[in-house]
């Protein structure tokens, strides 16, 4: 049965309120990890594991200009669903029909814009007050009428012609403040996370996620602060009880360096170089710092903390938070302090440490890289062990449904020249090529685990990683959209794989579920490109080296009639 909606007022009216009450009305999908709580999970269950045979294409959109694939992750409020494409083009659609309600393309600075690595793509939008906002790569921040999709504001945040960065992740909603992190760890910015009035635009706090207090400039030796790198690229969450908002920060620049075991004291970024591969905790009035893990200090390896998923799971009593990070490994924290409470890993080839304590989240048996080519791969590959895409928690099994990556990668580190002063260039330190694992083929897997203690009740193989997210539904399944271009649902309990369709071009982007009228909803982004999918063609051959990458579509299913 569907759920009866627990909301009868207009789409003008999503606040604060109605967000923190996302998972209480599943009918619709408020923000990109469907609520605060991150669950990637869906209570509707009129599809459910008995009929998803039955489940067909409802409706196609084609958005157009698909540069680089779909990456987006919809929303949905009040039977109207709402997606980003590349550019920041942003579409209202009837959420049962498809029907172009409105569009929105921005006026983008298309010379920057083809200059940027992580570009053209857009990862996704917010919903409140009325309002629809997206980023730009071009460094702006631009709310839109939720009704009409014209501009109520447009605010220029990042200087993207100074730096080359600017915004390809969704913003957050808390309150009445807009939430949205840069991107751009490669490039010599301090990856400012921005705090902006919901109302007027007004840039309200920035903070920064490369020494951003003066505790942190003083991990930075030689100043190398001033070009560090850092960002925060994908959103957060917000604990309404303590009024905390989780972030999770990205590597420093450069992203390799030659300093070896010596790094506290040599090579291009001496230091622990806070606050970058980090899960922050800030006020989200202020932007003020409350507190901080650094799950990987002095990142020598692109193991960043960037990735957005924060799991609220109450266990026996505790509050916590389950965050995975790029290395393969998954944290477990204290939500009240951000105290590490358990860390264990979901990706097999791991060789950048021995292992990270379970109790004090301490690096064993650093790898850290000198001059020159390595000596054996380094396990897992730049893309991680875990990518950006987010898995799924579902509170009726209570498992965790998480994808992990199974590659390394040859690197040849090189001594680049010293960059002093901010600019638009690149600091990577490193030449590398993706390559199999010891252990075997390259490959991903799907795991269903406990996400406190990372017990595993199943796995399914894939030959090649996918890239897109994970959803979790109260009919008992669990869907991927693998890279290839084929959605799969899975017995959310046993594993069973028990439907599957091609669409035509691979993922990498959301998937969610909704309601509009008495049905329920699947809709995904199919549509292939971007920094980790460019390496397939490399590693895997086909389809991958004839997929287009300039070619997309939003595919919504339903039941039968």
Known sequence: MLAPSAWAIAPSEINSARIEAAEQNPGDWLTYHGGYKSYHYSGLDQINASNVKNLEVAWIHMPGRSTRGLQSMPLVADGVLYYSGSYSRVYALDGATGKMIWSHFPVLDEELVAMQTHSPYNRGVALGDGKVFVGTVDGHLIALDMKTGKEVWNTHLVDSKKLTVGFTGAPLVVKDTVIIGSQGGEWTSRGPLFGVDIKTGKKKWEFF??????????????????????????????D?????????????????????????????????????TSVIALDPDTGKLKF???????DAWDFDSAVGEFVMIDRDGRKLVVHPNKGGFVFVYDRADGKVQNVWRIAKNINFVKDIDPKTGELIGRRDLTLGKASEPLCPAIAGGVSWNSGAYSPKTGLWYKLAQEWCMDVDVIKTTPITEPMAQLNIGANFKLVPPPDGAARGHLDARDPVTGAKKWEVNFDEPPLASVLATAGNLVFVPDSRGVLRAYNAETGQELWSHFNGVGHNGGIISYSAGDKQYIAVPAGWGGMVADEFPALFGEPFTSMPKDAGALVVFTLKQ
Do not use: C, F
């Open 292 to 298: 901080y893990h650094q799950e990987l200090p002095h």
């Open 240 to 276: 309404p009880e303590t009024n905390t908002v989780w972030w999770g920060t990205a590597n420093p620049a450069p992203l390799y360096d030659w300093s070896g075991a010596d790094w506290k004291n040599s090579g291009p970024r001496p230091g622990t170089n806070l606050y970058t």
């Open 209 to 238: 996620t490369v020494a951003g207090t003066e505790e942190a400039k003083a991990t930075w030796g030689s100043d190398s602060w001033r070009t560090g790198g850092g960002g925060a690229w994908m959103p957060g969450t917000y």
